[in-house]
């Protein structure tokens, strides 16, 4: 019977794809065709044109006949270009056309249909599909249920439909490798093949086997905010990938990639995830990191980078005034500072012509507050420029009679002369008129560079108004009640001027620096962008947060995170989402909770859980493995032993390995050794590298949001991991391994893993 089904759906196959094929002969015939033209166009054009510029008539006739060839060159490129596309979607449909039917009856209707689901639609006649895009409405129905009745939402509002079958394929280049029928949503079959798979460098898209929770997430349309907390592997960046691309589906016309931004936790991670969306037949969304975001803002600062964020050691005082800073407090304070600018302490400086003050700071000052209250700060700043450039403008007739333009005025060559006429005819009714319209350029040209700084704001000083305002913090903020003394505050102060002179900002501090610049300036964020999603969010602090909604007025809002894995903000993590809710209507927020983990196997999971205290709510998915590994060397040398055998041991079972360490100096050392010994690793010092294939060994902080076959955890000795700080940072090292973990310790092995259950792990000792 099987094999009958089988043959059935492979004669219905090799139907299908015969006609992909008839489709591409014709795609390519345009694309053909589009070319052919093309050159005609050009060809043709050449020929006839003569270019006519001796009279008025004639250079109108060119220019329009020049416009028209490009109107017809601009046809032919889209037609060329949507063919191109087609003929893409086309190839790679041929290959594997869909990967699902489902069969059902819909109210009213008389018979039931048949529809397949593919990676994008195709049809052989105007609304005959043969194959539906995952992301159609009805598509839907696949991955939200099982048999029976099951209700989803068209454009028009909800539909219900009564599934007979579901049936899923797994097709190889044209040929059916197998199918099955299932009641549930997606089988769990299909995705343990899909979870059994190798770790590879890119991540893969997951549009065959999306389970329910996280269609939810992918088809949400109605929030301003989506918060995603789940839990480590629980496929948070796999479903918001598939999100961005069913996004462009959904609003395809009016949504474009360039409008989508995707905040990420480094460089690393990016090219990780770059291959998905084009997998998925779309173009990749604008993707970056806070830092290169914040960094791209201010060139001239060197804003603190990852790895010095993270090796910094702070005193306790410092650890308080950084976690003021990523407070809400802290934003409304830069706010109401901000504001109050409007009335008083906003510092000028001079702009110089010559080297002496052209417009006086006192003179700006008194501009920029003669305006009346009702003006905002960016409209003060717009009245104040206006007014800078009158006053520029009727300074020209004076400066036209002062020594230095006379002097040049009679030193022109022939050649300056020329150039300053340009096409002007020189006929001058008086020598004095002529000497008036040469005064006139030349001054002209002097007074760019005041212009310039006119228009750039230039008489302002974000520095020195940055300084001002944390000085002037106390009198806003209470210090007190966050446990900060006068005193320490100062010192802070100080520290963020010293580096500002050096032209450096630390991360606390440049989010504010922006914020307060952009209030001054009176920017209201770039409003072309519609949808950011922040990967990680519990890195990030309310501040940031608060400051990029702020940035992006327009956009809605998605956010990923797993709080038990805050690796920089800690224990301030589960404070976020309560300080979230402040920040966004509650009607239009949705809180979607992922529990179940796919990314490792169920013993892994059980023992990454375990590390951290309070647990996490998460499930792991049924799929076997080893019992993690548990190695404590007698000291650092069998540690290190214990590991080269481990890596052999991987190598030989070929699984990918990275080894984790804590921090960047232990990987280069650790690097350093194995390289003595002879063992081949690739180190991975920063998020601008690529990542290789075969063994490497990544700092934590960049590990972050990846996952890899085989993790050794290097160096979990009790000297390394103590502090309870660390907890989350080690779970999250854990948790990057799919099917094999090994911890290595020399020496004691950290308390932090003493939560484990001891049958949870392998425990051995050299
Ligand atoms: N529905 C699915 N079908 C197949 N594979 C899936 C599915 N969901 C998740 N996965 C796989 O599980 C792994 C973990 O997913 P992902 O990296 O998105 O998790 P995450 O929640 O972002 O994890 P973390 O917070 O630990 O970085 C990936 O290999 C992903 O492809």
Known sequence: MAATIKQQEQAHLDDVVSKIKVAQTKAQTSIDQAETDEKGIRDNFQNDLRLKTDSYAGMMETALSVRQQQQLLGERQNSWQHATNELATLKKLEKTPY??????????????????????????????FLVYDWRAPISSVYYDGGLGNVTYLTPDGEQTVDVKLKRQFQIEDGSIKTVFDTEEAVGDQMLLDALSEKSDTKMKSIVTTIQKEQNQIIRDTKSDLLFVQGAAGSGKTAAVLQRVAYLLYRYRGKLTSGQVVLFSPNQLFNDYIDQVLPELGEHNMVQMTYYQYAGRRIPKMAVETLSERFSEDYSDAEKRIDTLKGGLSFFDAVTAYANHLEKENMIFRNINFKGKPFFTKEKIHEIYYSFNENYRLGNRLDGTREQLIKMLNRRISSEMRTKWVEETVQDLSKEEMDKLFGDQPREFDSADKEFQFLARKIVMQAFQPI????????????????????????QIIDLEKAGISKDDWKASVNRAIDRIKAGKMTLSNVSAYLYLFDKMTGKKGERDIRYVFIDEVQDYTPFQLAFLKFSFPRARFTLLGDLNQAIFTKENSHTLLSELSTMFD??????VQLTQSYRSTQQITDFTRHILVNGEAVTAFDRDGQIPTVLVASDDHAALAATIKQIQQNNDDHETTAIIGKTLKQCRALSSQLQEAGVRATLIQSENQRLASGVIIVPSFLAKGLEFDAVIVWDASDRNYFEEDDRQLLYTICSRAMHRLTVIAGGKLSRLFETVPTDEYELSES
Do not use: C
């Open 99 to 128: 990967f699902a039917r489902i069969d059902f009856h819909e109210a009213g209707e008389p018979k039931t249909e048949t529809i397949y689901i593919g990676l994008a639609s195709f049809s052989d006649e105007p609304d005959r």
């Open 586 to 591: 509650p009607e239009k927020t949705r809180v």
């Open 451 to 474: 212009r310039q700084a006119i228009v750039r704001n230039r008489f302002l000083s974000i520095n020195a108004q940055f300084i001002h305002m944390l000085r002037s913090l106390p």
